[in-house]
């Protein structure tokens, strides 16, 4: 995880607890199981009645949550923020975003090749695809050459 997101779950969680109910957390593990239930949730109750005094006084904003340019955030990269903190289902789901993502970054690469080569084409002589393929050949990667096919040949990731 980048810094950068690490700092904001931080600043988060540093905005609104004490350094008080800090360093009871800090001494839980070190007490009887029968007491580390009962201090964790009065740590917690604690918390929540500190932030809803401190919203209550205060304008609240995390700097790392601001957004200047009032541009909607990326999808892709907010996903990847999460990630850390998703199960393994919810990973297995993000991966598959990110697959599709990629697979559709491929394909516009590809329709950009085609659209650069298409001139290309036009010098020969009753050029088929088939020519043209063998082109495509010689600058794609059999998996991308792969999915060029497929998407050619209407086919769905």
């Not at 209550?56 to 790392?64: E, G, N, T, V």
């Not at 695809?129 to 209407?154: H, I, P, R, V, Y």
């Amino acid at each position: 995880m980048e810094e950068k997101e690490t700092d904001a779950v931080l600043l988060f969680d540093t905005l609104y607890t004490t350094n008080h109910l800090q360093i009871m957390k800090v001494l839980l593990p070190y007490l009887k199981e029968e007491h580390q239930k009962k201090i964790a949730v009065y740590i917690k109750l604690n918390e929540l009645i500190y932030t809803i005094q401190y919203t209550q006084k205060h304008r609240i904003s995390l700097s790392s949550c601001k957004n200047e340019d009032k541009q909607p955030p990326d999808f892709f990269h907010l996903c990847t923020l999460i990630t850390p903190y998703c199960t393994e289902d919810e990973k297995k789901m993000v991966d598959q975003f990110m697959s599709m993502k990629s697979g559709l970054e491929k394909y516009q690469d590809i329709m950009n090749l085609m659209q650069m080569l298409e001139p290309l084409s036009s010098f020969e002589n009753g050029t088929d695809s088939g020519n043209l393929n063998n082109l495509l050949k010689n600058f794609l990667t059999d998996e991308q050459l792969a999915m060029f096919e497929m998407f050619q040949e209407g086919g769905n990731l």
